[in-house]
């Protein structure tokens, strides 16, 4: 998390610790009163400027929402899993980040659907031959 908002060049406040982050997380949980819960961190630049920013400070969003079980359940009956190749991952050095921008994904989760797969393998660009 860190690392990909250094690569965005975004400031991280100093209050910005593991320990901010459990607190909160809990904090949430509790106010919410949930045992087992699923945390979403989203994280922008926040201030003016759209493509030209005229700040680079954080603003964050904590989310938590119930969760079924607090255990993993294994699939025991298989995945009919696809290969999606209308587009490709492009790498680049905010490859290894997880950001908003999720029209790969959307049109992957799509095309398994409509393919009837369970889930569907997204390739980088470098593993595409054209």
């Known amino acids: 998390l860190l ?3 250094l690569a965005l060049e975004i400031n991280i406040p100093e209050n910005w610790t593991e320990l901010f982050f459990k ?8 106010i919410n009163k949930l045992q087992n819960a ?8 926040d201030g003016e400027g759209f493509y030209q920013p005229q700040i680079n400070d954080a603003a964050i969003l904590i989310e938590v929402s119930a969760q079924e079980s607090e255990e993993y359940i294994l699939n025991e009956t298989g995945v ?6 209308n587009l490709t991952k492009t790498a680049n050095i905010l490859s290894p980040y997880k950001t ?11 095309y398994a659907v409509e393919q009837n797969f369970d889930d569907v393998v997204v390739l980088n660009l470098s593993l595409i031959h054209i």
């Open 80 to 85: 009919r899993l696809g290969v999606f190749t």
């Open 23 to 30: 607190e909160t997380i809990i904090g949430l949980c509790k």
């Open 100 to 110: 908003a921008n999720s029209l790969v994904y959307v049109l992957a989760a799509k």
């Open 38 to 45: 699923r945390c979403r961190i989203t994280i922008w630049r």
């Open 3 to 5: 690392g990909g908002l």
